[in-house]
């Protein structure tokens, strides 16, 4: 009995430090710097201004950058959440909420909450 009771003591005490010493997975964290510029996704453009601006357009839709539709935007670098406040014609505006899961100087790829992702590469 006693011999029994020592071996789960021991199991017990490795199950509590294997917790301790596991391995934790850190969320990636993105240099949100790096969105500033023109991206594209077949015929989709978006570009990300400096100064917290941008615009959107879709040249399937005969839609050029210079008359593309205007957005504001947010980065949080802690929790990779993206956000575009869409700037609508009749003075709505329409904010859209994403988690950013990739980005680079030449990938920019994000989530929204329904899990659709969304891939862009840079305009060199």
């Excluded at 100064?51 to 802690?78: I, L, M, N, P, S």
């Amino acid at each position: 009995m006693k011999r029994r009771f020592v071996r789960l003591l021991y199991l017990l005490a490795v199950v509590v430090a294997s917790t301790f010493f596991s391995s934790c997975k850190d969320d990636p964290t993105f240099d949100g710097s790096l969105l500033v510029g023109k991206w594209v996704s077949g015929s989709e453009f978006y570009r990300y201004d400096s100064d917290y601006t941008g615009v959107t357009w879709d040249t399937a839709d005969d839609v050029h950058e210079d008359e593309a539709q205007k957005f504001t935007w947010e980065f949080d670098e802690k929790t990779s959440a993206l956000t575009h406040v869409h700037q609508m014609e009749m003075g709505a505006v329409v904010p859209k909420s994403y988690t950013v899961t990739a980005l680079d100087a030449n990938t920019l790829k994000y989530k929204d909450k329904y899990d659709q992702v969304f891939s862009y590469s840079r305009v060199k």
